[in-house]
């Protein structure tokens, strides 16, 4: 019996087969599947992963994967995710001449030429190399420089590390850029920085101390005296007003009494 919520094929998976590939998209022919959501399976190889060949959108993060020698033959890809893996080379995505969208972030890569493979991919538009909310990143990230290295190397790109490079927008990127860059301390000598200076006095953000309720009690045993005040002249008024009126129709009060 296989264990509850697993689907057939996916019982401790280390490579692609063309079962998990047919419970994970619901297709029958592997050249059919479009979409294709391979996360955090364990996988190690692609195994028959290259027979999708109209496959256009993959997800292969949080695997272990080393190598991606069957993606060559995926002409139609256009957004790649394989975060979070092991690997140290991309060369097979040269071949992936629709390519749009790559996320690598949190592999081995240590170099920015080991990007080179990616410069004949005239669609490439966006790739993430780093990624600090899910703090993933690349040893080549660790370099000042890397993104203009990159930069120069992939001209085409509009987006990179989930920042816009060119197009519209991009100038508010690179104004935040060098605003960080110009508040990070420097190592070189120079004039010693103005220190930060309270644009408050001290002691204006500390509570005030409670003041006395004599004030407020007052105010409101005043407010009681007054309302009962109000009330006894409402009655007072009340009685005077039915007085008047019998005063006005004697007649009518006394022919109430006629049989």
């Not at 893996?85 to 996320?103: D, H």
């Not at 990070?184 to 001290?202: K, M």
């Not at 007054?226 to 006894?232: G, H, I």
Request: proline share 7%.
């Amino acid at each position: 019996m296989e264990p509850h919520g697993e689907k057939p094929g996916e019982a401790e998976v280390l490579s692609i087969t063309p079962q998990l590939l047919k419970s994970r998209s619901g297709e029958f022919a592997l050249d059919s599947i479009l979409l294709l959501k391979l996360r955090g399976l364990g996988l190690v190889d692609l195994g028959c992963l290259g027979e999708c060949l109209s496959l256009e959108w993959l997800d292969l993060s949080g695997n272990a994967l080393t190598h991606l020698g069957p993606l060559a033959s995926l002409r139609q890809l256009a957004v790649l995710n394989v975060s979070n893996n092991r690997l140290t080379g991309l060369e097979p995505l040269a071949a992936c001449e629709n390519l749009q969208s790559l996320n690598v972030a949190g592999n081995l890569l240590a170099a920015p030429g080991q990007l080179q493979c990616l410069a004949g991919l005239q669609g490439l538009e966006h790739l993430r190399l780093r990624d600090p909310l899910a703090r993933l990143s690349n040893p080549l990230c660790a370099s000042p420089s890397y993104w203009a290295v990159v930069r120069e190397l992939l001209p085409g790109l509009r987006v990179i590390d989930g920042e816009r490079v060119s197009g519209k927008g991009s100038e508010l990127y690179q104004l935040c850029r060098d605003l960080d860059s110009s508040l990070r301390p420097s190592s070189s000598p120079g004039p010693r920085a103005i220190e930060a200076q309270p644009w408050v006095e001290p002691g204006y953000w500390e509570s005030w101390p409670m003041r006395s309720s004599s004030i407020l009690e007052e105010a409101c045993r005043q407010f009681q005296d007054t309302l009962q005040e109000c009330l006894d002249l409402d009655r007072q008024a009340s009685d005077i007003l039915a007085q008047a009126q019998q005063a006005l129709n004697p007649a009518e009060t006394a022919s109430s009494f006629d049989f």
